[in-house]
């Protein structure tokens, strides 16, 4: 697709020709960012002794190595119970055509900790799970030469981190999980950009964007190339700046004014591409970033949230990203087919449970239009854990601005969740959710922040919701507490209380396995029948929906699309068919559809 360029840029394209004609430039010139993709097939080793550093792993010898895929988890079959060290190796070489300039190695998720290794040198390490991040080899790279990567990960569980040894509420799948890119970039690049898009009075959108810019040499002006196109290609808005660039990361601020876009939303998920182009003054490189964005605002007002200005009412469900047999390195395939299955039943929204998912699935709910609840994996988390001031420094800091970064330009995301069920109705939880909730503001002021509670029963009500956006509660009446009747006396006593903030079903589920069967279900208690599930959710979702309650309660995140794979689910009356799986889905683990499944599109079709 031909990219239409500025007034400044024509003239500086047909400057560059002539120079290259007279011979004065090299014909090599970095433009768009290079990338090279690193899937494929790479050596592998299990490390139970967790000996591997010591003995030297990280350099290239002639042990005996296995193979293993990139991505893939390491123990998504008959490792499935592993926890410890895995090494990966594999060896790649620059391009012969990549000229100067900075390398990086951009991992889109390994869990749950890793170290990288490039000949025999150690380029980086990162302690989040699930999260992209990416890596400078530039001073470990050989160029024209076979270089060395090795990566070990290591998937245990640590007393003092996020995840914490509370945690056991899906399987711990580890390794690299996603996929692994070499990118080359210039001297003095843009990496990323953060967009924020409000709707002003008279109808017109005002885009704040503030670039990410970096200067790897001395260099001091420099200039941007910024465009911003349709769907189909149209420019939209055109326009260059000339600018000091210093050594380091500056960031630049521009404001612009729009009146001839379209609003992104569920219904009508239109989206816009920023191009970035960053040239560095007297040199023949320069890069270019293209950011897909949307034009839309999200903000809460009184008992509800307000999408483009306009109340909306949410219909949703959450999803796994795990499968049999590849654990959770899901193809773009699948994933897809979930999204529409998802579409198919009438849902508006997804919650990401309960951690960053694959890139490609923020990309895909921009493109399909589903709103989107994103969260680190602060899962029962222990409050001394959470109130550690070193955990907050190395993990949970760190990890919540890692979740902004990543996904700040998605229009889909809409939500930032800073925790589920851990004790937030101690004072220990409610200093953590202050001050996380508070962090997370300061990142991003344009979505709203929440996190999803159990504590919600009479006398145990959560005060953290003070601070939040959103009341948001996970709750199981019938299932383990109560009965089927119990949610709505309870959202209207929750509104008693919090009559200032809307009340959002983060959770409401119950397990089912097809085949058994109960002809007349009752209203409380495990029973696994398909009727019971059908009961359930038809219940829960008529008083959630009721009429009376659409002016504060917002709506539903069902627990859960898919069936997945969970370490605590056995015993208890747990049907030992299905150990080791948690059975809420609508669909099982393989997508075969339950009977709820045509229930709840019954129900999510028939609303508004």
């Not at 270089?147 to 996020?162: E, G, H, P, Q, T």
């Not at 465009?227 to 050594?247: H, L, S």
């Not at 191009?275 to 007297?282: C, R, S």
């Not at 383990?480 to 959202?491: E, I, N, S």
Request: aromatic share 12%; net charge neutral; proline share 5%.
């Amino acid at each position: 697709m031909k990219r239409p360029r500025s007034y400044f840029s024509h003239l500086l394209t047909a400057l560059v020709f002539t120079l290259l004609i007279a011979g004065v430039l090299a014909p090599d010139r970095m433009h768009a960012e290079d990338t090279v993709d690193l899937s494929g097939t790479w050596r592998f080793r299990f490390d139970p002794s967790d000996v591997g550093e010591s003995d030297g792993w990280q350099r290239p010898g002639k042990e005996t190595w296995n193979t293993m895929q990139v991505p893939m988890s390491y123990n998504a079959g008959d490792q499935s119970w592993y926890a410890g060290a895995g090494w990966y190796r594999t060896s790649f070489q620059v391009p012969a055509n990549w000229s100067g300039g900075h390398l990086f190695l951009k991992f889109l998720g390994v869990n749950i900790r890793s170290k990288i290794w490039v000949n025999g040198q150690l380029v980086g390490e990162h302690n989040y799970p699930y999260l992209p991040f990416e890596v400078d080899i530039t001073d470990a790279v050989k160029p024209g030469a076979t270089n060395w990567l090795v990566v070990r990960a290591d998937n245990r569980i640590l007393a003092r981190a996020v995840p914490d040894k509370n945690w056991d509420g899906w399987w711990n799948y580890g390794g690299i999980i996603r996929a692994v890119k070499l990118v080359r970039r210039p001297d003095v690049y843009t990496r990323d950009a953060i967009i924020e898009t409000t709707l002003g009075q008279d109808g017109a959108w005002h885009l704040n964007l503030l670039l990410n810019t970096f200067n790897l040499r001395s260099s001091n002006k420099g200039s941007f190339d910024l465009t911003i196109n349709d769907a189909q290609g149209n420019p939209v808005y055109n326009g260059v700046g000339q600018k000091q660039i210093p050594a380091g990361h500056t960031q630049y601020n521009f404001t612009i004014r729009l009146d001839n876009v379209r609003a992104w939303t569920p219904a009508s998920p239109n989206l816009y591409t920023l191009h970035v182009i960053t040239a560095e003054e007297g040199q023949n490189q320069e890069h270019e970033i293209a950011i897909r964005f949307g034009f839309r605002q999200i903000e809460v007002r009184g008992t509800q949230i307000v999408l483009n200005g306009k109340p909306i009412l949410i219909k949703g469900i959450s999803r796994h990203e795990m499968y049999p047999g590849v654990g959770m390195t899901v193809s773009e395939q699948q994933l897809r087919s979930d999204l529409r299955d998802i579409k198919e039943l009438g849902c508006n929204m997804i919650r990401t449970t309960h951690y960053a998912q694959d890139p490609r699935f923020y990309d895909l709910a921009d493109e399909m239009g589903f709103l989107v609840w994103t969260e680190i994996p602060a899962w029962k988390t222990s409050v001394d854990v959470l109130s550690d001031e070193s955990v907050w420094q190395h993990y949970l800091a760190p990890q919540l601005e890692a979740l902004v970064q990543n996904f700040r330009t998605h229009p889909s995301v809409i939500i930032w969740s800073v925790g589920n069920e851990f004790r937030s109705n101690t004072e220990a939880g409610k200093n953590y959710v202050r001050r996380a909730a508070r962090y997370v503001k300061a990142l991003d002021r344009t979505r709203l922040v929440s996190f999803a509670s159990d504590k919600h029963r009479p006398g145990a009500d959560d005060e953290s919701f003070q601070f939040v956006d959103v009341l948001s509660i996970n709750e199981y009446y019938g299932w383990y507490y109560g009965t089927m009747q119990d949610v709505g006396p309870t959202l209207d006593r929750l509104h008693q209380k919090w009559p200032d903030k809307p009340i959002l079903i983060s959770e409401v589920g119950s397990g089912t396995v097809p085949g058994i069967h109960n002809p007349n279900p009752g209203d409380s208690g495990k029973d696994y029948s398909v009727e019971y599930q059908q009961k359930f959710l038809r219940t829960h979702l008529n008083q959630i929906y009721a009429e009376n309650r659409r002016s504060f309660v917002a709506g539903a995140l069902l627990w859960i699309y898919n069936d997945f794979p969970d370490p605590h689910r056995v015993g208890g009356g747990h049907p030992v068919q299905n150990n080791y799986v948690n059975s809420k889905g609508l669909v099982t683990r393989d997508r075969q559809r339950k009977p709820a499944f045509d229930t709840v599109k019954e129900i999510f079709h028939t609303l508004p």
